[in-house]
């Protein structure tokens, strides 16, 4: 299935998408229509990784509710703006659909950091969305 958003999608459709998502778009100076209004989406993401102030909070929102409409390299792009550790082990317990590649981006950032957090996803306390869905799938093949 093709992805909705690629690096060649004009910016300005992101920006009508999130609107109808309700985020919250002054919040966020990359957004700006007035200043990406002519460019493409991977334009504006090589601007946001770039701008030192952006918000890695922004990346972690449009990681959790855009993962499948946005191509993997987009996906990727935003994964590298992530510096908390926290969010990136949030992004990698949840994200259901994630490929081996981003786990690595992800583990990267958080591997050695979060003891407590990694003993529970070891120990299974924590489960991951990705292994229930493999757990599902296994179960199906049974019957």
Do not use: H
């Not at 990267?108 to 529970?120: C, I, Q, R, V, Y």
């Not at 924590?126 to 493999?134: A, G, H, T």
């Amino acid at each position: 299935m093709a992805k909705k958003f690629t690096r060649n999608t004009p910016f300005s459709e992101f920006i009508s998408d999130i609107i109808l998502k309700n985020a919250c778009v002054k919040g966020v100076d990359w957004t700006q229509l007035s200043k990406f209004k002519d460019k493409t989406f991977g334009e504006a993401m090589d601007e946001f990784l770039l701008d030192k102030n952006a918000n890695q909070a922004w990346a972690s929102w449009c990681l959790y509710n855009y993962y499948e409409d946005w191509e993997k390299s987009l996906r990727e792009d935003c994964m590298k703006k992530i510096k908390d550790s926290m969010s990136a082990f949030m992004l990698y317990t949840n994200l259901e659909t994630i490929s081996d590649e981003e786990e690595n981006i992800l583990k990267s950032k958080f591997e050695g950091k979060l003891p407590t957090a990694e003993k529970e996803l070891k120990d299974g306390k924590i489960k991951r969305k990705k292994d229930k869905e493999k757990d599902k799938d296994k179960n199906k093949d049974k019957n």
